[in-house]
């Protein structure tokens, strides 16, 4: 539901790139980093902890079966470039949110003790 909200706040007619879904892979990514950071440094979840947020949270707040679809959608549009950047732009985003979320959590962050 966090998904689909975010994608409707931020989607435009005509758009053409697919900026919803950009921004929750970003968004999942940085507190699944966070998440790890936080899990590695001060609290060690049980297994279901662990699943419920980095699986069911980030995982369900995150969409590759979207993201793909989307990819797709660009490529029967016969916009190549656009395609091949959005894929570029999301694994590089991705990967750069989840190193800020790890680096955040590590640094910068204090958390509660549960």
């Given at each position: 539901?966090?998904?689909?909200?975010?994608?409707?706040?931020?989607?435009r007619p005509h758009q053409?790139?697919?900026?919803?879904?950009?921004?929750?892979?970003?968004?999942a990514s940085l507190l699944?980093?966070?998440?790890?950071?936080?899990?590695?440094?001060?609290?060690?979840?049980?297994?279901?902890?662990?699943?419920?947020?980095?699986?069911?949270?980030?995982?369900?707040?995150?969409?590759?079966?979207?993201?793909?679809?989307?990819?797709?959608?660009?490529?029967?549009?016969?916009?190549?470039?656009?395609?091949?950047?959005?894929?570029?732009?999301?694994?590089?985003?991705?990967?750069?949110?989840?190193?800020?979320?790890?680096?955040?959590?590590?640094?910068?962050?204090?958390?509660?003790?549960?």
């Amino acid at each position: 539901m966090a998904r689909y909200a975010l994608a409707l706040l931020l989607s435009r007619p005509h758009q053409f790139w697919p900026l919803g879904t950009w921004v929750a892979n970003a968004c999942a990514s940085l507190l699944l980093g966070l998440f790890m950071a936080w899990t590695q440094r001060q609290y060690n979840p049980n297994e279901s902890v662990r699943l419920l947020v980095a699986v069911g949270f980030c995982g369900g707040f995150s969409t590759f079966s979207t993201f793909s679809a989307e990819v797709w959608q660009l490529f029967q549009q016969q916009a190549y470039g656009w395609a091949l950047g959005y894929v570029a732009a999301s694994f590089l985003l991705a990967i750069a949110a989840l190193a800020l979320g790890i680096w955040l959590g590590g640094r910068w962050l204090t958390w509660p003790d549960w």
